[in-house]
């Protein structure tokens, strides 16, 4: 035990976020869009050996800059094109992100805030989940948090303690890397956003400069040093094609619905409040009333240690970093809740100071606050939906005939229901543990004034929620949705054929065939493909609510149809 007890911190942090996150990646199929749309780049760079160009089905793919993709790259060039490889990086950048909230918690408020600021990160529904997914926001979302944080150090807000002229020019030169990176990832987004709460910032300061011009140009030749070595590459090879294109799908994602994923206004509230629970009850109260008291109230570390003076040591102002971070938190929720595309990822940097906020909250009641009742009540009420779902879902789904009333005028999704899918009743555990952990443990710690036992069950308890869901309810929510028409295109491995989807969208017939490098141009057309003269079977999938517009095409042959799915093939 006592070797035990000689582990830094950071280590465990580690090794727990490690068993959280990497068990079970590769336990069920990547879903379309995102999932398969990121990896089927990442094996197409494989593929091809052009890892400076993303494709997609062997095209230009002129929406992402690609370095997650290069992440995936690498990944799958260890351990093989698979659902593992696919989702392993941001499994890292679970690990990384909560040893990064550690540091900088500990750094502003001592060891017990960043140790609460980890558990509350990890300890949230979406903000877990992210972390077993294969999209890009978890690193994208990353970095730009640290470049934020890094242009506050850089200035001279309150927030950005006593530091010395040369720290204040490492940390324009880290947050022009940090954001540069960004940019890199998901293209200029990574600026906007940050560059919104700055502006925001600046305004609510009464338009009072806070940071050095010459420090703000550092930071900038940084940031376009980082990823314009890519776009000087592309640019030299390829010409204007790619970042025209690109700059104009931004725009068009910003200001059009995409794909049927629209919304009302008020979108993006319900996904926090109900997808970031229970941070986000806390961040609510804190929000309501904050916790701080001053602008310079920095209490001592809580692990021990001799007291520090923090203003002397050119720590952070916490009152300030709240302002920051509220600033940071509604620029992303009030811009993408008024963009038309509601997709429930958009607002996922809103998990850095959402989080932030509940730890203010949790350390608050760590050293001996009071919870409010109303917040108690709201724990106690999204708590008993996530419960009450996960508890119903199974025996909804013994009885599956139940909801076919529901979706009378879906005959896609009625057809989906006839999967063969097995509920045995055991997958309610997740619901159970929920009443457990959070209704029964929660309530009673909360209602004796026992917020430290309250806390780490209701935290511990939602991480290990989230496991067990996972576990019981994602591979039958697949059977459901997208596994038939992916069993359809693993089949299709090895053969010299082309595969198809017909009037829907996917990327799944790419990456669960396995094509090889296009060489034909002509594959690239619909047209071409259904009618024209091929030198291989065409497979072509489509769903129920296509097949009369599908079984006119001449040529073309039913082969089966499975849970909403029918198949075809077109003979060379």
Known sequence: MKSLARIPVPWWIAIVAALLF?????????FDWDEINFAEIAREMLATGNWLQPQIGYEPFYEK?????????????????????????NAIAGIVTLLALYRIGRRWQGQAFGLLWVLAYAGSILPHLYFRSGIIDPWFNLFIFLGFLAFIRMGDSPAAGTATAGEKNRAAVLAGLWLGLAVLTKGPVGILLPGLAAVVYWVLNRFRLFVSIPRVLLMLAVLLAVPGLWFGIDLWRNGPEFITAFFWRQVAMLTTEDA???GFFGYHFVVLLIGCFPASVFALQEMLKRSTRSRNDQPPPSDG??????????????????????????VVLILFSLVQTKIVHYSSLCYFPLTFLASLQLHRLWQGGAATLWSRVLMGGIGTLFAAVTLVLPFVGMRIELLEPLLKNDPFAQANLQAQVTWTGWEALAGAWMVVAVLYLGHRFFSRAQYRSGIVAVFGGTALFVTITLYYFINRIEGYSQCAAIEFFQQRQGERCYVMTKDYKSYAQWFYSRVPPVTDPRAHSESWLLTGDVDRPVYVSCKITSTEDVAVIPGLKELYRKNGFVFWVRER
């Open 305 to 330: 240690r001799a007291t520090v003076d923090y203003r002397a040591a050119g720590a952070l102002s916490t009152v300030d970093l709240r302002k920051w971070m509220l600033t940071l938190f509604w």
């Open 260 to 262: 049927g994923h629209g």
């Open 65 to 89: 800059p690609p370095l997650f993709i290069w992440m995936q790259a690498l990944s799958m060039s260890v351990f093989g094109v698979k659902e593992f490889a696919a989702r392993l990086p």
């Open 22 to 30: 990497i068990p079970g990646l590769g336990a069920v199929h990547l």
